[in-house]
């Protein structure tokens, strides 16, 4: 089974011949001076024209981009304000001037549906979407980012055998079934929306339960992290090992780059220590180098299988990685392996359905989530995004709600006012009383930074 590469975000010019096209894994992109100066408070997504007919319809790119900016907490332009205010088929520059004025957004984006195609060769297949996107500052009439990609997904292969023939043949049907066509329209919509800066679908910071705070060690402030491998490196197996892992076990030295130093030692003294690997992929993921997490987990699932919290940290990875059908696979093993799994395999399970458009299968995996542990706001965003997916309004809005509260009796004005946005953004407002959702701005307003 063959499948996409690792997506590339390329800065540059977009209209270079290649850019943005090939096998799929590169995202070309440009962003103007003026981009950086002024950021874009709001976005609207105007409807996307077609490079030609048969490239159509453009309807469902247009949905999905929309989707994939709704939770990244940027205030949107419904997109029904928008049909509301746009002539179809009309000159695109009236266009962004009367949803500008309409709508009190001066950012929009427009653009068009480069490519669309589905080849199936007996034991191959290939699914193609392209699109071009830009944005442009309406009052100044000056585009201030561009992007451009093309998503391939690729099944089958060249068979072995006769058996492996057959299973090439299943594997490149599937491949074109209406779920991977779906597929690799939020794989475009994604990523044109990741390579926009100061815009993240998920953090990987989100995806987990917070932390208890670190409790100060009660002899005082701990040694640095050197001082206190110097102080154990002599001792004998297998104290030693015992010694680090009460280390990594402990909340002396939480920052990643002093774990990275104990679980380094211990690797060296334990080459096959699945732990020390694993706290290694933690420690990385952390720093923002999903590769070399990836990388350590297989690793240590070589050495330790059944290793739920191996599966999950691999996961997100992948999803860090821009790969969220390898993440999907990787979380649903964490789930079977466990004798209890978390909430948060099913969170970020949620969340990588959500990404693939699998919206009916994020909805599962979140219920899941949220029966495990309630009182996640970030959970109860990303279900009232998948809510929304399938087209149940009243459910997704009263779990945007949900999540405003919740977010309100944190004191988390940060996720209070996305989920509020969300909201907005996806045009739910009419499953909520005014009255409520006055009450709902003026708390949040209340909590807003000085």
Request: net charge negative; aromatic share 6%.
């Amino acid at each position: 089974m063959l499948s996409g590469c690792a997506t590339r975000y390329v800065a540059g010019d977009v209209d270079k011949p290649g850019s943005g096209d090939g096998i799929g894994d590169v995202v070309a992109f440009e962003t103007a001076a003026d981009f950086n100066a002024k950021p874009p408070l709001c976005l609207g997504v105007l409807p996307l024209t077609l490079g030609k007919p048969e490239f159509g319809p453009a309807d469902d790119v247009r949905k999905a981009l929309h989707a994939h900016l709704a939770p990244s907490g940027i205030a949107l332009v419904p997109l029904q304000k928008i049909d509301a205010l746009t002539v179809k088929f009309g000159d695109e520059a009236q266009n962004l001037r009367t949803v500008a004025i309409g709508s009190g957004c001066d950012t929009l984006l427009s653009g068009e549906v480069t490519e669309r195609s589905s080849r199936f060769w007996g034991v191959y297949s290939e699914v193609r979407l392209g699109a071009s996107l830009r944005m442009t500052r309406v009052s100044t009439g000056q585009v201030i980012w561009r992007g451009k990609h093309t998503a391939v997904v690729r099944g089958g292969g060249m068979p072995l055998d006769v058996i492996s023939a057959i299973g090439g043949v299943v594997a490149a049907g599937a491949n074109v079934r209406e779920e991977q066509l779906t597929r690799t329209t939020h794989d475009v919509a994604r990523r044109l929306v990741a390579s926009i800066p100061n815009l993240k679908y998920a953090s990987d910071r989100d995806l987990v339960a917070p932390a208890a705070a670190p409790v100060p060690a009660s002899g005082g402030a701990a040694p640095s992290v050197h001082a206190f491998i110097s102080g154990v490196e002599q001792h004998p197996m297998p104290q030693l090992e015992g010694e680090l892992l009460e280390a990594l076990d402990g909340q002396n030295w939480p920052e990643p780059q002093d774990r990275i130093v104990i679980a380094d030692f211990l690797l060296q003294k334990s080459p096959r220590s699945s732990r020390a690997m694993q706290e290694l992929g933690i420690a990385r993921l952390r720093l923002g180098e999903p590769d070399a997490a990836l990388g350590m987990s297989k690793k240590a699932l070589e050495i330790a299988p059944q290793n739920a919290e191996l599966h999950f940290l691999q996961g997100r990875a992948y999803l860090q990685l821009d790969r969220p059908a390898e993440a999907v696979r990787a979380f649903v093993q964490s789930a079977a392996t466990a004798p209890q799994p978390s909430a948060n395999y099913f969170t970020a399970m949620g969340v990588a359905y959500n990404q693939l458009g699998s919206y009916d299968r994020a909805v599962a995996a979140l219920a899941k989530s949220l029966q495990l542990e309630s009182g996640r706001p970030y959970v109860h965003l990303q279900i009232g995004v998948a809510y929304a997916g399938i087209g149940d309004d009243e459910a997704a809005a009263q779990a945007l709600r949900q999540g405003v509260l919740l977010s309100l009796a944190d004191g988390d004005y940060r996720t209070a006012s996305k989920a509020m946005r969300t909201l907005k953004s996806m045009g739910l407002e009419s499953q909520l009383t005014a009255e409520d959702l006055e009450a709902l701005d003026k708390r949040i307003a209340i909590l807003a930074p000085t």
